[in-house]
């Protein structure tokens, strides 16, 4: 059964689409299309995502919990521990890397969906962890090398890097 329902431009349009659905609604205007979304989301248990017309992820809403985010949670929790900026080197570089690369495959864009689904909790779950500070360090080390990855434009490996780390703290926090 999905569980997120997108909004995303095609055509001249904006489409609210829920995952599996084989048809979706369209609007003239993203808000329209995201209201739309928000109700649907609202009433079935969903999470939206809404995209830039240009197909890069520009949040991932919760109604439910009146969540909303569109960074990267785990890696914003990082660079938030060490003091770093919102357009921090590591933060822009995953972003476009997501939005960019991921974002442009089925699979890039179900790791996506689920990495949204569980990156919160692993993030509640670390920040309160006592020894945060030995974990916030494992991840940034993490970080850098999936950035190197990508700089260096192998993908394969920032994707296997990264989906590694967010593996280990899954497990690590008993699959929250």
Request: net charge positive.
């Amino acid at each position: 059964m999905a569980n997120t329902i997108r909004v995303y431009k095609t055509g001249g349009e904006w489409l609210a689409k829920r995952d599996g659905a084989s048809r979706g609604r369209y609007f003239s205007t993203q808000k329209d299309a995201y209201l739309h979304a928000r109700e649907v989301a609202l009433n079935n248990g969903l999470t939206v995502t809404v995209y830039y017309p240009t197909g890069g992820i520009k949040a991932v809403i919760n109604p439910k919990n009146r969540e909303e985010e569109s960074n990267c949670f785990i890696t914003t929790a990082c660079v938030k521990y060490y003091g770093l900026k919102d357009d921090c080197y590591e933060l822009k570089t995953l972003r476009h890397f997501r939005d960019t690369y991921l974002s442009k495959s089925d699979k890039g864009k179900r790791m996506v969906s689920k990495y949204y689904q569980i990156a919160p909790a692993i993030v509640k779950c670390l920040e309160a962890d006592n020894q945060k500070a030995i974990i916030f360090g494992k991840i940034f080390l993490q970080i850098k090398l999936a950035c190197k990855a990508i700089e260096l434009q192998d993908f394969e490996r920032a994707t296997a890097i990264y989906k590694s780390a967010v593996a280990a703290l899954y497990y690590k926090f008993n699959k929250v």
